[in-house]
Structure formats: C-alpha cells, structure tokens
C-alpha cells in the first residue's frame, strides 16, 4: 500500500501497517512524524509502534522531500494554493491536500492525496485518490482519476491502483485492470490466506476460527484451506456461483467445496475475497455479529514504492506528466464509450442471467413441486401398504387366534368325547358287571325257587305239607331277587305246587283205595281164614 488518507509516508488508514504512520508498523498519527505543509494538519506522533533504523532514514528522507515540496507549493500556485500542503501535509510526502492545480481540486497530484497517497479528489493523476493510490494506497478508496476508482467482480479495485471509487476509469472490471498493468503500474495485492475469528457458537466456533491459507480458486473466487484440520477433517472457506440457484450463491464454510455439509454461510456474490462480517452461524441460523474474516496479505504486496517518493520534479517531468494525463484523458473517452458498451453488454447479459434464474427457480419450484407429490404419492402409498400390511397381519393373527380357539375346541370335545367315552365304558362295565351280578343272584334265586318247586311236584301226602311250606318261605325270600322270571317263577310255583297237591290227592286217593282193598283183602283173608277154620271145625 502507498500512503493513506490520514497516513504517513507510505500508509494510510488502509495500508497492512496501522492508520496512518510509516512503512510496515511505523506509526498511525497524522503525519506519522513528517512535518506538516504551509496549511496542512500533518505532524502528529511517530507512531506506536517501533521504529528500525531504516525507517529513520526514510523519515529524515521523507521529512526532506516534505520541506521541497512546501517550498515548490510557494512557487506554484499551481500545485496548492488553497491545500493543506504541497507533498508533505497529513498524507505524508505527496499526501496532504494539495491546493488548486492545473486540471482539478487539489494540485498536480490530488487533493489530500498527493504524490503517492491519500484521499485525492482531483488533479493530473488522482481524483481523490492520487497518482497512485487513495486512501490505503494501491488497492484503496481512489475516487477517480487515472488510476483510482473501484473494481468490479473481477477483483476490488479491478484498475491499475483501485480501490471503491466513483471516477470515470473506478468501475473498470479485470480487463481494465489488466490494461491498467500494462501502462506500467502495479497491480492490487491478492491475501494470501485469512484469520477467522470471534465466531460465538459452541460447536461451529472451534471448527471454523483459525488461519487459513489460499490453496486454489472455484468459479473464479480463491479457495481457502484451514492450516489444522479439525478431527481429521479439512476446514475450507470457498464460494459458490448462482448455477445452481440464487439461493445457494455466496461463501461456504465446510470440509469440502462443494459439498452438502455446512457450517457458516454468508450470501455475498459480488465481492472476491470472503467479506469481513455478517456471517450466518449455522449457515440457515441468525448472523454472529462478532464472526469476522480478516484478510492476510503477502509481505511483498506491502512495499511502496520508493523511487516515486520524493518531493521535487522538474518542469520536464511536469510536462510530462500533463502530456500523460492528456492522453490518459483521451483513453478516459474511449473507456468510457467501451464502459457503456460494456455496460450495455453487462446489463444484457444482467437481463439474461435473470431471466434464466427466474427460469430456473421456476423449473425448481415445479421440480419442487414435482417432487413434493411424488413424496406426497410414496408416503401415500407407502401408509397404504402399511395399512394393508397391518390389515393382514391382524387377520393373519386373528385367523391364526381363531384356528388355535377352533384346535383347542376341537381337543376338548375330543378330551371330553373320550372322557365320557370312558365313563360309558366304565358305566357300560358296572352295568354289565351289575347285570351278570344280577343275573347270578336271578339264577341263583329262580334255581332255589325251581328246586323247592320241583320238590312240590314230587312231595307225598306225608311231606307235601312240609314242602309247601318250604316253597312258600323261598318265594317269600327270592322270588324278587329273579327280576324278569319273577312272573314266571311266580306261575311255576303255582303250577308245581297244584302239580303236587294234584299229586298228592292221587296218591292219598290211591293209598285210600289201596287201604280200602287192603282192608277188603284183609277181611277176605279173614273171611277165608274164618271159613277155613269153619270148614276145617266142620270137617273136623
């Protein structure tokens, strides 16, 4: 960086030293301890930091080229007439604001921006920026001017010594700063790496602060690797083009570019390099006010230029560099024709850029759409399959319930079946072990009553009377015992015992009659013995 807007000799609130101050951490005071011009503020302390001895004769030199520069401000109204200081005023040697010069306000080399620096608004080379730089020299905040004015996407400060400005040459893209280059200046500094610190979340916080190195680029933005991995992973910082929709267009913090983990997310497009603040942590949550991303630039981009530092030139190199700033000015005329062109271009390509967004967030919303009824569809389907695998897993369950309740039937019926199979069994034995019972005592019975009544048949006069009464005492004690005989045996007995008195009327009819011809045979044996003996006495 050259110079600065409240700067030392060679660094202004921009500059990789502190505002203000002088080469590399000289010093951050107005001045950084050059002294001040006929009407500018300059002096101030010598910084906070230390001084080298290098920087000491730098400052004597500077201090030097301050003083001719006060003594040509005398002698030139030209160079400041109304600034605050030729080339030593509070931008340091060539800072300060320069007065009226020749082609606008503030002198030669701007105003307040002088020969290397400062906040310039005018002037052969600087509009606010002055012949090298703005505020924070090369790189900085020149407002116009040959070499001041802004970058566009394709760096910031895309023109030889850019920085955001609003002069004609400060929205000149990449191209105009590799044309700056070829005019013979130095191009802005890129960071060679970044500090991440102060983010405030508990877990994203211990994976993404820390000092990352730039490794490569990604759709034309640098690519920023984390020096320490953390728990074996790789912390990048990458950014991410609208290809694939506005909404996923900015910087990404994750382990890889271009992947579907994310831990910190900030929408910026334009800008080259990852912005300082305003990041989203997570990447859909709030923004941490206190996340910021600091750049680092190369030691080597933090050199001035020191054969353009001092404070005198000649006439000749006055005409110079007026006739540089005549055809600076006809190369201004022709920038702008292809500035507007480009524009024209630019806002074209603008419109068609928008138009394929809108095409592409509309062809995202129907895919969206799309894909929302066919999630809708699967979830409907799968809930239907569900459904129907719940439905058949309960008939299955209530069929399975079922068949156990029918076997566990079926094996009572058939326990009980052979339960009371075996008591009619059981039952049909005693029955038939009651019947053979039965049927001995009937028998026996029956054969007592038969034998007493054949008995009857048989009796005579002298034991009819005594068997009689024996049959009547038997069928008194048996006669139930012959269960189904018992009729029968009852008419047997009738019938053998008229059998038997039958019997015995004859008998006692025939012993009757035997006694009465016994009888008669008696009294004619006595007849015959009686007529014997009458005969026997008659013969006699």
């Not at 034998?451 to 009377?465: G, H, M, P």
Request: hydrophobic share 15%; proline share 3%; glycine share 18%.
């Amino acid at each position: 960086s050259y110079g600065g807007s409240s700067g030392g000799s060679y660094h202004g609130s921009g500059g990789s030293g502190a505002s203000g101050g002088g080469y590399g951490h000289y010093g951050t005071g107005q001045g950084g301890g050059y002294p001040p011009g006929d009407r500018g503020r300059g002096g101030g302390s010598d910084g906070r930091r230390g001084r080298s001895p290098s920087h000491d004769r730098r400052d004597r030199r500077d201090h030097r080229d301050g003083g001719r520069a006060r003594s040509r401000e005398r002698r030139d109204p030209g160079f400041s007439s109304s600034g605050r200081g030729g080339f030593g005023s509070s931008a340091g040697p060539g800072g300060g604001r320069g007065g009226t010069g020749t082609s606008g306000r503030g002198g030669d080399y701007g105003r307040g921006g002088g020969d290397f620096g400062g906040r310039s608004s005018g002037g052969d080379f600087g509009g606010r920026g002055g012949d090298l730089s703005s505020r924070g020299g090369v790189g900085g905040d020149a407002r116009g001017g040959e070499y001041g004015g802004g970058g566009s996407r394709g760096g910031e400060g895309g023109t030889e010594y850019g920085g955001r400005g609003s002069g004609e040459r400060g929205r000149s893209d990449t191209r105009r700063s590799r044309e700056g280059r070829r005019d013979g200046s130095a191009g802005s500094s890129s960071p060679e790496g970044l500090v991440v610190t102060g983010c405030q979340h508990a877990t994203v916080g211990g994976i993404v602060c820390g000092e990352f190195t730039a490794t490569s680029h990604n759709h034309g933005r640098p690519v920023y690797r984390k020096n320490k991995q953390v728990n074996g992973l790789d912390v990048m910082l990458y950014f991410w083009d609208d290809r694939d929709g506005i909404r996923f267009s900015g910087w990404w913090f994750g382990p890889k570019v271009g992947g579907e983990q994310i831990w910190a997310y900030h929408p910026e497009r334009s800008s080259p390099t990852p912005p300082a603040t305003g990041w989203q942590v997570p990447y859909d949550g709030p923004v941490d006010p206190a996340f910021t991303v600091s750049l680092r630039f190369a030691s080597g981009h933090h050199q001035g230029y020191g054969g353009h530092s001092g404070g005198g030139f000649s006439r000749r190199d006055e005409d110079d560099r007026r006739e540089r700033h005549r055809e600076v000015e006809r190369r201004e005329a022709e920038r702008r024709e292809a500035d507007r062109r480009e524009a024209e271009r630019q806002r074209q390509r603008e419109a068609e850029r928008q138009r394929q967004r809108e095409e592409d967030d509309r062809r995202r919303r129907e895919d969206d759409r799309r894909r929302r009824e066919e999630d809708d569809r699967r979830r409907r389907e799968e809930e239907q399959r569900r459904r129907q695998e719940e439905q058949r897993r309960r008939d299955e369950d209530r069929r399975r319930q079922d068949e156990e309740a029918r076997r566990r039937r079926e094996e009572e019926q058939r326990r009980r079946a052979q339960e009371e199979e075996a008591k009619r069994q059981q039952q049909l034995q005693q029955d038939m072990e009651k019947k053979r019972l039965q049927q001995q005592v009937q028998q026996k019975a029956a054969l007592a009553i038969r034998r007493v009544i054949q008995k009857v048949r048989s009796a005579t006069v002298d034991t009819f009377d005594m068997i009689k009464k024996e049959l009547e005492e038997i069928l008194k004690n048996e006669l139930d015992n012959t269960g189904p005989q018992k009729q029968r045996i009852w008419q047997e007995s009738n019938e053998g015992l008229e059998q038997g008195r039958r019997r015995v009327e004859a008998e006692a009819k025939h012993r009757h009659a035997l006694q009465v011809h016994q009888e008669q045979q008696r009294k004619e044996r006595e007849a015959a013995a009686k007529r014997l003996e009458e005969n026997k006495r008659l013969i006699g």
